[in-house]
Nanobody
Framework: QAQLAESGGGLVQAGGSLRLSCAAS????????MGWYRQVPGKQREVVAD???????NYADSVKGRFTISRDNAKNTVYLQMNSLKPEDTAVYYC?????????????WGQGTQVTVSS
């Protein structure tokens, strides 16, 4: 099983930047993708960005041009650089790692890190 350790959340003013990190450790067979999701109270968790093992990137429309996802394969770490932050980006951000083992996908989640953007 994989364990995920997130860091980098915090409080920032609108227009500011934050960088989230998520390091995966433990027994990992083959990582299919790594990504970031966010959730606000009363709403469903939504994808922010993800990156596949082949390097394909996917972004939510609301963050395109402002957020950048990247990955260090050697360290099994995924990053989310968030620029030009807006109050509506306020949420708990979760890292997700999708492992593929013998044709079955297993999803692992981080504990979440709070991002608060003040206006």
């Amino acid at each position: 099983q994989a364990q995920l350790a997130e860091s980098g959340g915090g409080l920032v003013q609108a227009g500011g930047s934050l960088r989230l990190s998520c390091a995966a450790s433990g027994s990992i067979f083959s990582i299919k993708s790594m990504g970031w999701y966010r959730q606000v109270p009363g709403k469903q968790r939504e994808v922010v960005a993800d990156i596949t093992s082949g390097g394909t990137l996917n972004y939510a429309d609301s963050v395109k041009g402002r957020f950048t996802i990247s990955r260090d394969n050697a360290k099994n770490t995924v990053y989310l650089q968030m620029n030009s932050l807006k109050p509506e980006d306020t949420a708990v951000y979760y890292c997700k790692v999708a492992e593929e083992k013998w044709g079955v996908e297993y999803d692992y989640w981080g504990q979440g890190t709070q991002v608060t953007v003040s206006s």
